[in-house]
C-alpha cells in the first residue's frame, strides 16, 4: 500500500522512516511565510513554543489517507521526553483534504525552538472498523463478568 502526499510548498519535506522497521513515519517543520499564529514565529526560521503554549505547526503537505484507514499522529519519543512537546488533536481522516498541522503542546517550563526541516512527530497509518452505533435498553454493568467496572489498577502488580 502506498500513502501518497502532495507538496504545498517546494520546500516541505516528505515524511521518512528512520529505519525501514519503524512503524511510524517522521514528519518535519515546513515554515508557511502566510501563517499567522499566536506561537513566536518567523517566516521562513524558527518556530517557538512558550512553555503552556499549544500550536499548530505546518508541514508543508497534504495527505490522500485511504478510506477505511486514518492516519494517526504521535510522539516522537526522543521530543516528548527531551523537550517536553507532546502531539494534540492526533487523527487525520480520509476525508481531510487541507494541509497537515502538528498540533504541538509545550508540557515544559522553558520556550522550546524548532527549526525548519527538523522532525516534529511521527505518523501511523492504521486500518478502522467502521461500525454502527446502536442504543441498548439494558446497563452493560449489570451483567456478572470476572473483571466487573474495575478500572486503573484493579488487576494489580504481579
Known sequence: MKLRFYKIRENAKLPV??????????????????????CYWKPEKE????????????????????VDHMLEVKNKSGIAHKEKLIVGACVIDPGYTGEVYINLHNVGGSTKVIEPMQKIAQAVLVPVVICEVEEIL?????????????AFGSTGLL
Not at 518556530?47 to 489517507?65: D, F
Not at 439494558?138 to 466487573?148: F, K, L, N, Q, V
Request: net charge negative; glycine share 10%; aromatic share 8%.
Open 17 to 38: 522512516r528512520a529505519h525501514s522497521t519503524d512503524a511510524g513515519l517522521d514528519l518535519f517543520y515546513c515554515p508557511d511565510p502566510d501563517q499567522r499564529i499566536d
Open 47 to 66: 518556530y517557538k513554543i512558550p512553555p503552556g503554549a499549544s500550536c499548530l505547526v505546518p508541514t508543508g503537505l497534504r495527505v490522500e489517507v485511504p
Open 138 to 150: 439494558y446497563d452493560p454493568s449489570e451483567i456478572e463478568t470476572d473483571r466487573g467496572d474495575g
